[in-house]
T-cell receptor, first 115, second 115 residues
Framework: EAQVTQNPRYLITVTGKKLTVTCSQNMNHEYMSWYRQDPGLGLRQIYY???????DKGDVPEGYKVSRKEKRNFPLILESPSPNQTSLYFCASSPHLAGRTDTQYFGPGTRLTVL | AQSVTQPDIHITVSEGASLELRCNYSYGATPYLFWYVQSPGQGLQLLLK??????LVQGIKGFEAEFKRSQSSFNLRKPSVHWSDAAEYFCAVEKSGGSNYKLTFGKGTLLTVNP
């Protein structure tokens, strides 16, 4: 089954404790992206990756890191989480299609609480 | 920069009634437009998309949307709502070309369906 998986689905942590949220897709998609969803703000892009070893900042990258060492995986790293990073996080992937994507497929989300 | 406005934060309809969710976008070039649905505790599922061609697009679950360039709108419609349609709906525009296929989302419209 074609899918985007994220782990963990739920996480409660404390300020400053490094964490990683994993994202994996089995569709051989080149493009992957991370979004955060906050009430009243909708979804905002954190980072994206056009392909292996190619990553760049989205609209709200502060406090986050990413890596793309393999095509299928795109982990989101919070080196020193803070309470303002409490949010619902979504990973998405999409194939390239002549200068644009087709459908972006979203993972089930990771609900992060930073105390 | 592109933007998406969903004027209605919350809409309540009765089961069996028709539905129209509004979406206005601001984008200089030809937009790629999407409607996603998010059920409680779930990820985002694509309902339909518009890239070019016929301005009336059909999606899953009986939804359709009409692209009106003159009004910069991409409203979502359904002739008869089912209780299972209760969810949050997001309109999104994709920035075409360039190196980031970022989706810019509206802030969402929460749909409540009364029996």
């Amino acid at each position: 089954e074609a899918q985007v998986t994220q782990n963990p689905r739920y996480l409660i942590t404390v300020t400053g404790k490094k964490l990683t949220v994993t994202c994996s897709q089995n569709m051989n998609h080149e493009y992957m992206s991370w979004y955060r969803q906050d009430p009243g703000l909708g979804l905002r892009q954190i980072y994206y990756s056009m392909n292996v070893e190619v990553t760049d900042k989205g609209d709200v990258p502060e406090g986050y890191k990413v890596s793309r060492k393999e095509k299928r995986n795109f982990p989101l790293i919070l080196e020193s989480p803070s309470p303002n990073q409490t949010s619902l996080y979504f990973c998405a992937s999409s194939p390239h299609l002549a200068g644009r994507t087709d459908t972006q497929y979203f993972g089930p989300g990771t609900r992060l609480t930073v105390l | 920069a592109q933007s998406v406005t969903q004027p209605d934060i919350h809409i309540t309809v009765s089961e069996g009634a028709s539905l129209e969710l509004r979406c206005n976008y601001s984008y200089g070039a030809t937009p790629y437009l999407f409607w996603y649905v998010q059920s409680p505790g779930q990820g985002l599922q694509l309902l339909l998309k518009y890239f070019s061609g016929d301005t009336l697009v059909q999606g899953i679950k009986g939804f359709e949307a009409e692209f009106k360039r003159s009004q910069s709108s991409f409203n979502l419609r359904k002739p008869s709502v089912h209780w299972s349609d209760a969810a949050e709906y997001f309109c999104a525009v994709e920035k075409s070309g360039g190196s980031n296929y970022k989706l810019t989302f509206g802030k969402g419209t929460l749909l409540t369906v009364n029996p």
